[in-house]
């Protein structure tokens, strides 16, 4: 089976020194990079996602600065396309749709990871699915931050898992890259 790798925000802002560093971003760099590697051995199609904030008010991956450029674990080689868009939901706005049913994935499915987990990781895995997609998330291969509700910080990690969990239930498979490596090569 043919799956269409799609490789959503891992960029230079949200790692150590970034303009939005997140919680445990290199291991999560390192397993989307385990997966890739296996994608692009085996021929298999791979869309990367670049998040561009155009705004002058823009916090973090502002145009021209390096924390808009895609992590050196994950970046793309010639030949790879790289969609740009400005919202949480990576097929708004953007050509995303027709690009993955060009490469078939409205028959083989999607593999998702990325950053954030609870911001452009969620809308993009809920309107994947809403669009037909069958979608495969590499939980370890996505990063969160720690976020605040209600006066609370609630840690990363438990951001991280509420997310999966709710994604788990109705909209994607849920596994890790373990699996999904041992599930694709076998």
Partial sequence: MTRTLVI???????????????????AAAAAAARLLASHREDGQPVIHIQH?????????FAPGTPGVEIHPLVAPVEGEPVVVKANPNSFLGT???ARLREAGADSDGLVIVGMMSSMCVDATVRAASDLGYRV???HDACAAPDLEFGGQVVPAAQVHASFMAALGDSYAEVVGVDE??????A
């Fill in 136 to 138: 495969t998330v590499a």
């Fill in 180 to 185: 999904l490596l041992g599930s694709t090569t």
């Fill in 52 to 60: 561009v904030w155009d705004a002058p008010d823009a916090t973090f």
């Fill in 8 to 26: 959503i925000d891992i960029q230079n802002d949200y790692f150590p020194g970034g303009a939005f560093p997140l919680v445990g971003p290199e």
């Fill in 95 to 97: 050509d995303l749709d």
